[in-house]
């Protein structure tokens, strides 16, 4: 099979379902990657996929794959790039691992329901790969602020990550900036988190005594919280 053969294959899928034919779209989809899978040699497969992989992730082509800027494979295309990029990661290979990471590590990924290849862990592994690039700095560095912004959602309610947990976060991250010249944007986003949970951790240890929201407004900072519903 030939690369131009592969792209007409999901292209016939996209107009179908484009055209609102989603069941006949899924069909033609499934009877492609089954052939895919029985027909071409090992060989070919790696080569296509790798080139699917670099055109959709770090060429922006096949926009119909995404949604609102996320990634949004369908599932049997998405089995066949689970499959190769579980051989690549193991193999530990580059931008494989990132690769892998754009496509199953921030959404749920059906191929692998029980997490049997961590997300985290092969976003780590491509951030100390040699041949580490620009694009894996900035997802690790945005994993880290992610997940401040997921534990500070419910302040001043709670924290929903471990102190222990920020500590972590706050360190790689400042890793990551001590590393590579990353933009003022990053550092700045990196600052509020940190005065943010400093603010919440000074408040909360000494007994929630205070209007949170004014020492948030002391400290320099903008935070909304989000409205909490309490049931008896």
């Given at each position: ?18 055209n609102g034919l989603k069941k ?75 690769w892998a990471y754009e496509f ?129």
């Amino acid at each position: 099979m030939t690369y131009k053969e592969f792209c007409a294959g999901l292209d016939e899928y996209s107009a179908l379902r484009n055209n609102g034919l989603k069941k006949q779209a899924n069909k033609v989809l499934f009877a492609f990657t089954e052939n895919f899978r029985k027909s071409v040699p090992q060989g070919e497969v790696d080569a296509l996929l790798c080139r699917f992989c670099r055109d959709f992730l770090d060429e922006d082509k096949f926009p119909e794959f995404r949604v609102f800027g996320g990634v949004h494979v369908p599932f049997q295309l998405s089995g066949l790039l689970y499959d190769y990029l579980k051989r690549e990661c193991a193999a530990e290979q580059m931008p494989h691992l990132r690769w892998a990471y754009e496509f199953f590590g921030r959404y749920y990924n059906p191929h692998d329901p029980t997490l049997e290849q961590d997300p985290y862990d092969i976003l780590k592994r491509a951030y100390e790969h040699p041949k580490c690039d620009d694009k894996t700095v900035v997802l690790y560095f945005n994993a880290q602020i992610d997940e401040l912004g997921f534990g500070a959602h419910h302040f001043p309610v709670g924290c929903c990550i471990a102190r222990k947990v920020y500590l972590e976060d706050v360190k790689t991250a400042e890793k990551i900036i001590s590393e590579h010249d990353l933009p003022k944007e990053f550092v700045e986003e990196l600052e509020y988190y940190k005065t943010l949970y400093r603010v919440y951790f000074e408040w909360a240890d000494g007994g929630k005594n205070g209007d949170f929201n004014e020492l948030i407004k002391v400290a320099g900072i903008s935070f909304s919280a989000p409205r909490a519903y309490f049931y008896e």
